[in-house]
Nanobody
Framework: QVQLVESGGGLVQPGGSLTLACAAS????????MSWYRQAPGKERGLVAS????????NYGDSVKGRFTISRDNDKNTVYLLMNSLKPDDTAVYYC??????????WGQGTQVTVSS
């Protein structure tokens, strides 16, 4: 059974930083593209960042380029999202996704990030 468990969310002031983590189990982690998505109230879920299985290829949404960094540790089956210079518009539930063309997609339960003074 595949499980993705996000952690690290919380309340942070504008300009602050947070690091999210997503621990995966029940899959061959290095074979999956790992992604972070987010969904704010009343808005559609959108891609924040993704990283290839080997960790060499990354992709970012325009609104987070230069502020967020995605990384992964295949030995720990964990993907991270370092978020710097946070803005109120970054407030959302952040979801982790494991994607494979052959095996399909798996989602975590989400973690709330709130940026507010």
């Amino acid at each position: 059974q595949v499980q993705l468990v996000e952690s690290g969310g919380g309340l942070v002031q504008p300009g602050g930083s947070l690091t999210l983590a997503c621990a995966a189990s029940g899959l061959t982690f290095s074979r999956y593209v790992m992604s972070w998505y987010r969904q704010a109230p009343g808005k559609e879920r959108g891609l924040v960042a993704s990283i290839g299985g080997a960790g060499r290829n990354t992709n970012y949404g325009d609104s987070v380029k230069g502020r967020f960094t995605i990384s992964r540790d295949n030995d720990k089956n964990t993907v991270y999202l370092l978020m710097n210079s946070l803005k109120p518009d970054d407030t959302a539930v952040y979801y982790c996704k494991a994607g494979s063309v052959l095996a399909g997609n798996y989602w975590g339960q989400g973690t709330q990030v709130t940026v507010s003074s």
